[in-house]
């Protein structure tokens, strides 16, 4: 899991890609020397080592992802969870609410995805 972490820089890049793909690697070298002011280099060592790492592909010279932004956020959501939290969604949603109350209509929506998710399991 170690692997799916993202530093900054990283985060940046890969938001590039997950705005614009599928791409073309030549324009993803375009699109990190206005956003990042990367050169060629820069752009495919990235690439390499997240390609590497299974969060993207090069196929034919063309970049595209293997775990969509949802699927990557929310292993990153599991992952703090379980570090921070013991794997307790209820203690994280406590932590949270006491630093910013929910609003009324965060929760109908967190109500909605119980009940949804209660209703699917029977």
Same mark, same amino acid.
């Given at each position: 899991?170690?692997?799916?972490?993202?530093?900054?820089?990283?985060?940046? =890049?890969?938001?590039?890609?997950?705005?614009?793909?599928?791409?073309? /690697? %030549? &324009?993803?070298?375009?699109?990190? !020397?206005? *956003?990042?002011?990367?050169?060629?280099?820069?752009?495919?060592?990235?690439?390499?080592?997240?390609?590497?790492?299974?969060? =993207?592909?090069?196929?034919?010279?063309?970049?595209?992802?293997?775990? /969509? %932004? &949802?699927?990557?956020?929310?292993? !990153?959501? *599991?992952?703090?969870?379980?570090?921070?939290?013991?794997?307790?969604?209820?203690?994280?949603?406590?932590?949270?609410?006491?630093?910013?109350?929910?609003?009324?209509?965060?929760?109908?929506?967190?109500? %909605?995805?119980?009940?949804?998710?209660?209703?699917?399991?029977?």
């Amino acid at each position: 899991m170690d692997d799916m972490k993202l530093g900054v820089v990283e985060s940046r =890049f890969a938001d590039i890609i997950w705005r614009n793909e599928p791409l073309p /690697s %030549r &324009e993803l070298v375009a699109l990190c !020397q206005a *956003e990042l002011n990367w050169k060629k280099p820069t752009t495919y060592t990235v690439l390499r080592k997240l390609c590497e790492r299974g969060i =993207f592909q090069n196929v034919n010279g063309m970049v595209s992802s293997v775990i /969509s %932004r &949802e699927d990557f956020c929310a292993m !990153q959501s *599991e992952r703090f969870i379980e570090e921070t939290f013991q794997g307790s969604l209820p203690a994280f949603l406590a932590a949270f609410a006491s630093r910013k109350p929910l609003s009324e209509q965060e929760t109908a929506e967190i109500r %909605r995805m119980i009940n949804s998710w209660e209703e699917g399991k029977t």
